[in-house]
């Protein structure tokens, strides 16, 4: 696939210069970095969204993802302190069930490739003693969790059954790495299509600013898991102090909440 397929603009914003940018991928990398910077969510290839948000779907507009910006995906799904550490994707396709393991062995062997391809410096952030695949997850209809430990996580009915058009992705990455993520998602759609589903088109991204106050409820999507991701509970958020209770889970899961559209 080529880089200039991988990234087109959000509907509903100004940057359309993003495709004519995008002649490679660190150009394209460097145009995503300064969106999302600025709250945006962005769309890369026909497949997928892509923001530091949490996002979610109306079910009435198939084809259309609101990206809610005043909900840190960190601060959501992890219990980060500090925002716009955390990338969300959601690649879209056919209802179905996508295997999490498979996804999650493709997604491996990208970021191993990316770091081999890259050299040292392009993944000077991971953190010391840990590869650049440990800093991402995965949930699909089938399961989900870090996609270099058990896989044995996300499987909650109402969990799984919100991610039957979509594999859901999340990653620790700062700006400089995000040419990552078109490595990411080129291999989420070939396993995709190798597990025998189509790959759906989404025709843009709505932006909601979220300013209403309420907070998002994510309890009915928690679940354990072996996430490297989690922070510590920020004080008086919804699941500040809040321990995993799932027997046999080791100290190092965290409560991880998803929300329904990824």
Request: aromatic residues 4%; negative net charge.
């Amino acid at each position: 696939m080529k880089p200039l397929d991988l990234l087109r603009p959000s509907a509903d914003t100004d940057n359309r210069q993003l495709a004519r940018h995008a002649l490679h991928f660190e150009g394209a990398a460097r145009v995503l970095a300064a969106l999302l910077a600025d709250g945006h969510g962005a769309l890369i290839g026909d497949t997928t969204c892509v923001s530091r948000s949490v996002h979610t779907l109306d079910p009435f507009r198939p084809g259309c993802v609101r990206v809610v910006q005043s909900a840190d995906a960190g601060r959501v799904f992890y219990h980060r302190r500090r925002t716009r550490e955390v990338v969300h994707l959601d690649v879209f396709h056919a209802v179905g069930t996508v295997s999490h393991r498979t996804v999650a062995g493709a997604l491996r062997q990208a970021a191993l490739r990316f770091a081999l391809c890259r050299g040292a410096g392009a993944v000077s952030w991971v953190p010391a003693g840990a590869i650049l695949p440990d800093l991402i997850d995965v949930q699909t209809a089938a399961g989900g969790g870090r996609v270099t430990g058990a896989l044995k996580y996300g499987q909650g009915a109402q969990l799984k059954e919100s991610h039957q058009n979509h594999v859901h992705i999340a990653c620790l990455l700062p700006d400089e790495g995000f040419e990552l993520l078109f490595w990411l998602v080129d291999a989420a759609e070939r396993e995709i299509l190798r597990q025998g589903l189509e790959i759906r088109r989404l025709e843009h991204i709505e932006h909601d600013p979220g300013t209403s106050g309420a907070p998002l409820d994510m309890s009915p999507y928690a679940t354990a898991s072996d996430s490297l991701l989690r922070g510590d509970p920020v004080a008086g958020e919804p699941g500040a102090g809040t321990a995993s209770s799932a027997p046999g889970v080791d100290p190092a899961t965290c409560r991880l909440a998803l929300d329904l559209a990824g």
